[in-house]
């Protein structure tokens, strides 16, 4: 993945060079994975010279519940998160599409993973250019994980937890070790959880459906945008557990999430899925979301973009 850093970031509450963005080797973050993170993208819109973010209150709000659910607090509120990120924009003048990485982290050098000793995080933000995480406009190919979710009452899925990564990096490694593209990871009964860091939709007659919010997900806003598009669409939809198996008679899947965008899967565990070709309602799904998110869709882009104009 070839990414580009822009010249400046968010640190120690001001905006400085990303080569002095440094944290100390006794960072108990780094130590134990005391942060909780976000991430967020910027599209290019080369028409009217601006970056669309999508989805930016949605973003800071999970953000600001992740810390809740850890109990810990970080100096900004909603609103100057959101500022920040604008701010940080213009500095930057991104004319490439761009992905955020707010992260609040136990930036203390305490030795104790005691959260409620580092119960005061602090706060940065950086920015990368980013394309496609995975492809877009070719299937993909999933492995069910032998890796499962971490659940709600170990480290709570529905935060974005640093620590809780190592879930997904383990289960990615596998699925790439052995050759497919993605993972698809269960939760401890068995039961469809999500891809590494995507959440996971399927078609089967005629019916969309994805897990959960209680399926130890992470409640993703892309997810929740595609709920709202198919209701708006008319499209049948169920929130509802999945079992392993229906994955592999499914007419469609795909995965969603701001990294991943939309990705469909043309194979799981060397079942094919479908025909092998992007399906019906995925197409459906996937044309309309990369439109709102470049901010060419009079109907949605007003409300779920946050538009940067950038200079000439
Ligand atoms: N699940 C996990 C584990 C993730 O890391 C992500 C990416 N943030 C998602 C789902 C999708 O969430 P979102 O659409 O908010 O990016």
């Known amino acids: 993945m070839?990414?580009?850093?822009?010249?400046?970031?968010?640190?120690?509450?001001?905006?400085?060079?990303?080569?002095?963005?440094?944290?100390?080797?006794m960072t108990n973050a780094l130590q134990y994975g005391t942060g909780v993170f976000g991430g967020i993208r910027g599209y290019f819109n080369k028409k009217t010279h601006s970056i669309f973010i999508f989805r930016l209150t949605d973003h800071y709000q999970r953000f600001l519940k992740?810390?809740?659910?850890?109990?810990?607090?970080?100096d900004y509120q909603l609103?100057?998160?959101?500022?920040?990120?604008?701010?940080?924009?213009?500095?930057?003048?991104?004319?490439?599409?761009?992905?955020?990485?707010?992260?609040?982290?136990a930036g203390s050098n305490s030795i104790s993973p005691n959260l409620a000793e580092n119960n005061h995080f602090d706060f940065s933000l950086y920015m990368i250019s980013l394309g496609d995480y995975l492809p877009t406009n070719k299937?993909?190919?999933?492995?069910?994980?032998?890796?499962?979710?971490?659940?709600?009452?170990?480290?709570?899925?529905?935060?974005?937890?640093?620590?809780?990564?190592?879930?997904?990096?383990l289960a990615k490694k596998e699925a790439i070790d052995n050759g497919y593209d993605e993972?698809?990871?269960?939760?401890?009964?068995?039961?469809?959880?999500?891809?590494?860091?995507?959440?996971?939709?399927?078609v089967k007659d005629g019916v969309l459906v994805t897990t959960e919010k209680a399926d130890d997900i992470l409640e993703g806003i892309t997810r929740k945008t595609i709920i709202q598009l198919a209701k708006d669409l008319k499209i049948p939809f169920e929130e509802r557990r999945i079992d392993k198996t229906e994955l592999y008679t499914a007419d469609e899947v795909f995965f969603c999430g701001t990294g991943v965008q939309i990705s469909w899967v043309y194979q799981i565990d060397k079942r094919v899925i479908?025909?092998?070709?992007?399906?019906?309602?995925?197409?459906?799904?996937?044309?309309?979301?990369?439109?709102?998110?470049?901010?060419?869709?009079?109907?949605?882009?007003?409300?779920?973009?946050t538009e940067v104009k950038l200079k000439k």
């Open 2 to 25: 070839k990414t580009k850093n822009f010249s400046y970031c968010f640190f120690n509450n001001q905006f400085i060079e990303i080569e002095k963005a440094k944290i100390s080797i």
């Open 66 to 74: 992740s810390l809740k659910i850890l109990g810990v607090s970080i």
């Open 79 to 105: 609103d100057e998160l959101k500022k920040i990120t604008v701010e940080l924009t213009k500095k930057n003048q991104s004319k490439t599409d761009c992905y955020y990485r707010p992260f609040a982290y």
């Open 139 to 169: 299937g993909i190919k999933a492995m069910i994980s032998t890796w499962r979710r971490v659940s709600d009452n170990s480290i709570p899925a529905r935060a974005k937890i640093s620590g809780a990564y190592i879930n997904s990096s």
């Open 183 to 202: 993972a698809i990871v269960l939760k401890e009964n068995g039961e469809v959880s999500e891809a590494s860091a995507a959440n996971l939709f399927m």
């Open 274 to 305: 479908g025909d092998g070709n992007r399906g019906r309602i995925t197409g459906q799904l996937q044309d309309l979301f990369f439109k709102i998110v470049r901010g060419e869709d009079k109907k949605y882009s007003s409300f779920w973009c």
